[in-house]
């Protein structure tokens, strides 16, 4: 057996799928299930219960995953340590307009696994200077030239209030909404534009109560009943011991491409580390369930 069969098993484990595996490396889905395979015959036993359709880890699949996990994450810890990465102190500088909490999330994570890196994090929907960014994360477009793009994944767009409020029992068109309150994280963000060209085709301008950018403020709106919160699922997270539910809008059905921007200038040491990260650990882990 050599390292590549290890990685191709490890990684379709975690995926629970052959096609992932072989976009991440590139190569065709049949040379990632050979490979496996002939790992398997090297062994004498399977790994992995089949069907058309899936792959599940059986008992022996499940020690060799558990085994291989402890052995990679040593090797990461053995690069980090020797590699030129290891003294590299850039400041990883983010342009961050969309899925915030998420990606504050993950600069959590990384620095628990990487603690000497540093992160400079800024949410401004209207920041034009760019050239200062390694990494952009923002709905698909054309606006970022000279930057490499990859999607993230779609996010879906709701309209949000509490699971005790009465407008929970029933579906609605938008212009039905009309005269309601709402709350969104800014008029001139993602959502808030989205939003209200919707509203604008409906036939109506929304009627907007409050405009914040802080997210713990947003959602304590919400839960308040004072407004109904435009925002994705993630977004909407549990607020306190409220948990905040998707209303029924017939009409309202929004889907974005995010996308990581990133910049092949600066692309190389800590930052292409953490851009390998973001991209695995958010593909890996399916965070955006509904869409992904």
């Known amino acids: 057996m050599d390292l590549l069969q290890l990685r191709y098993f490890y990684d379709s484990a975690n995926?629970?799928?052959?096609?992932?595996?072989?976009?991440?490396?590139?190569?065709?889905?049949?040379?990632?299930?050979?490979?496996?395979?002939?790992?398997?015959?090297?062994?004498?036993?399977?790994?992995?219960?089949?069907?058309?359709?899936?792959?599940?880890?059986?008992?022996?699949?499940?020690?060799?995953?558990?085994?291989?996990?402890?052995?990679f994450d040593e090797m990461d810890r053995m690069v980090q340590a020797v590699s030129c990465t290891a003294d590299d102190n850039k400041e990883i500088k983010i342009l961050v307009k969309a899925i915030?909490?998420?990606?504050?999330?993950?600069?959590?994570?990384?620095?628990?696994?990487?603690?000497?890196?540093?992160?400079?994090?800024?949410?401004?929907?209207?920041?034009?200077?760019?050239?200062?960014?390694?990494?952009?994360?923002?709905?698909?477009?054309?606006?970022?030239?000279?930057?490499?793009s990859l999607e993230l994944g779609k996010q879906r767009i709701f309209c949000y209030v509490p699971a005790d409020s009465d407008l929970c029992a029933h579906k609605y068109h938008l212009k039905q909404l009309a005269q309601m309150p709402f709350v969104l994280m800014s008029q001139q963000g993602n959502h808030g534009k989205i939003f209200t060209a919707a509203c604008k085709t409906a036939g109506f301008s929304p009627n907007v109560v409050a405009q914040v950018n802080d997210s713990a403020c947003f959602r304590k709106m919400i839960s308040s009943g004072i407004a109904i919160g435009v925002t994705s699922k993630y977004g909407a997270a549990v607020e306190g011991n409220t948990t905040l539910v998707p209303l029924n809008i017939t009409d309202f059905k929004h889907e974005q491409p995010i996308c990581m921007y990133y910049n092949q200038e600066s692309n190389h040491g800590n930052t292409a580390r953490f851009v390998s990260f973001l991209r695995e650990n958010i593909k890996k882990e399916g965070i955006y369930s509904d869409f992904l």
């Open 15 to 71: 995926y629970l799928s052959i096609s992932r595996t072989a976009d991440k490396y590139g190569v065709p889905s049949t040379s990632v299930s050979a490979s496996i395979r002939r790992l398997e015959g090297e062994l004498g036993c399977k790994l992995f219960d089949r069907t058309p359709n899936r792959i599940v880890l059986n008992d022996k699949g499940k020690i060799m995953h558990d085994s291989l996990k402890l052995i």
């Open 100 to 148: 915030r909490a998420l990606i504050t999330d993950q600069v959590i994570r990384y620095k628990k696994k990487y603690t000497h890196t540093r992160f400079k994090l800024v949410a401004d929907f209207d920041e034009t200077d760019l050239g200062g960014y390694d990494i952009i994360i923002d709905t698909k477009s054309d606006q970022y030239p000279g930057y490499d």
